[in-house]
C-alpha cells in the first residue's frame, strides 16, 4: 500500500506535521528528560502547554474575555449530562433541535433534569436536511437552546447561526469545531469531543460564558460542576496531559496555515471537489439536501448493498480507509475533516470515478 487515507469520522486524521513533532518530542520533551506522558501537570513546562494551548485557541476562535475555556474528560457524551446540571436550573426548561442522533442522544440525557421540548426537529426526514431554527415557536423562558452544528453521522450542517436574543445558545460542535468561522459571541456554550478537529481522544473542551457558570443543579458532583474547572484553569485534578498537548500542536498547525479563514476555504473546496463529483455521477448519490450539506462528513452510496460493499472494500485496498457509512445510515461516509489534504479527497473521487467505469 502506498500512502493511507484515513476517512474515519473519530479518532481520525490528524496533521503528518504535529505526528512528526510527537514522535520528535516523544522521548525526551525539550531537554527535560522525560515525555510529556510522564510529566506532572503541576510542572512548568506543563503548565507552559496548556496555557499555550487556551491562548492559540482563543486566538483562532476569537474567543472573547468573558468566555472561560474549560479542558475536561469524558467526552461530548458526558457534556449531555454535564450541561444541563449546569445549565437547566432556573426554569429547568430547554429546547433541544433535533437534527441527528447525537441530538437525540444529548435531549434523552436532560430530560433526567427539566423539561426538554423538541419543537424544532428534522426527524420527518431522517435528518438528511437542517431544520430552520424558527423562535417564534419556542417558550421563552428557556434555560437555553442546543443545537448540534455539524451531524457527523448525517452529515448535515447548520446554515447559519440563529439570534437566540436572552436565551443562551448551546452547541454541541464535536465534528466542526475549528473548521469554519463561527463567532462565538452568539454562543452561551460551546463543547466538543477532541477526537476530530483538535487531537486526540481523552479531550473535551468547552468554551463557557462567565455568567453561565456557578448555579448547577443542588449536590453537584464537584468534577460535574463547570466552576471547579473555571476556578483552578482546568487543573482541579489530572487533566488528559498529552491530549492536551497535542492539540497544542494541532492549534499551532492551524495557525500556520493561516487559521480558520483559511481551512474554511481548503475544506470548502474539498467539499466541493466531492459534492461535484456525487452530483454528476450516475452510480453514487448523495443523501442529504443542497444547502444542508456537512464540509466534514459526506455520506454517500452506490445503487446496492453489494456496490457498497465491494466499494468500501477496493477502497480499503488502495489505502482509502475507513469509508463504512455509520450502521444507521448505510453506505458511505468520508469524513474529511480539517487535517485531510485535498489530495486524499482528490484520490478518493479518483477511486469513485474508476469504480463507476468498472461498474456501469
Ligand atoms: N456529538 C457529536 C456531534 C459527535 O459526533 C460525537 C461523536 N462522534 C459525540 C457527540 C459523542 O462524542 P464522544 O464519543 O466524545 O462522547
Redesign the pocket.
Known amino acids: 500500500m502506498e500512502e493511507v487515507y484515513n476517512f474515519s ?2 479518532p481520525a486524521v490528524l496533521p503528518q506535521e504535529v505526528k512528526s513533532i510527537v514522535q520528535e518530542e516523544l522521548a525526551n520533551y525539550r531537554q527535560t528528560g522525560m515525555s510529556v506522558m510522564e510529566m506532572s501537570h503541576r510542572s512548568n513546562p506543563f503548565q507552559d502547554i496548556i496555557d499555550e494551548a487556551e491562548a492559540l485557541l482563543r486566538e483562532l476562535m476569537n474567543i472573547p474575555d468573558n468566555y472561560h475555556v474549560l479542558f475536561l474528560q ?7 449530562s454535564m450541561l444541563p446540571m449546569n445549565l437547566l436550573t432556573k426554569h429547568k426548561k430547554a429546547e433541544y433541535v433535533l437534527t ?1 442522533s ?2 437525540v ?2 435531549a434523552k440525557e436532560a430530560e433526567k433534569f427539566g423539561d426538554i421540548t423538541t419543537k424544532i426537529s428534522s426527524n420527518d426526514k431522517n435528518f438528511t436536511y437542517y431544520p430552520t431554527v424558527d423562535l417564534t415557536t419556542l417558550s421563552t423562558d428557556l434555560d437555553y437552546i442546543h443545537i ?1 452544528t ?4 448525517e452529515g448535515t450542517v447548520i446554515p447559519s447561526i440563529p439570534d437566540t436574543k436572552q436565551i443562551p445558545l448551546v452547541a ?4 466542526n469545531i475549528l473548521s469554519e468561522h463561527y463567532d462565538v459571541s452568539k454562543f452561551g456554550l460551546i463543547y466538543a ?4 478537529n483538535i487531537g486526540p ?1 481523552g479531550l ?1 473542551i468547552a468554551i463557557v460564558r462567565e455568567d453561565l457558570i456557578g448555579s448547577p443543579i443542588e449536590n453537584c458532583p464537584t468534577l460535574l460542576n463547570y466552576e471547579t474547572y473555571s476556578k483552578n484553569q482546568s487543573l482541579y485534578n489530572t487533566p488528559p496531559t498529552f491530549s492536551i498537548y497535542v492539540a497544542k500542536l494541532v492549534f499551532e498547525w492551524l495557525k500556520q496555515k493561516g487559521g480558520i479563514a483559511a481551512i474554511e476555504k481548503t475544506n470548502r473546496q474539498k467539499a466541493g471537489m466531492l459534492y461535484d463529483f456525487i452530483d454528476q455521477s450516475k452510480l453514487f448519490h448523495s443523501l442529504v439536501k443542497p444547502g444542508s450539506r456537512s464540509l466534514m462528513n459526506i455520506p454517500f452510496t452506490a445503487e446496492s448493498d453489494e456496490l457498497n460493499a465491494a466499494f468500501i472494500k477496493q477502497a480499503g485496498e488502495k489505502g482509502l480507509v475507513n469509508l463504512k457509512g455509520h450502521r444507521s445510515v448505510g453506505g458511505m461516509r468520508a469524513s474529511i475533516y480539517n487535517a485531510m489534504p485535498v489530495k486524499g479527497v482528490q484520490a478518493l473521487i479518483d477511486f469513485m470515478e474508476s469504480f463507476e467505469k468498472a461498474n456501469k
Open positions: 469520522a473519530g469524558g467526552g461530548a457524551s458526558l457534556q449531555f441527528g447525537w441530538s442522544k444529548a448540534t455539524n451531524n457527523t453521522i454541541d460542535m464535536s465534528s469531543g477532541a477526537q476530530k481522544a473535551t
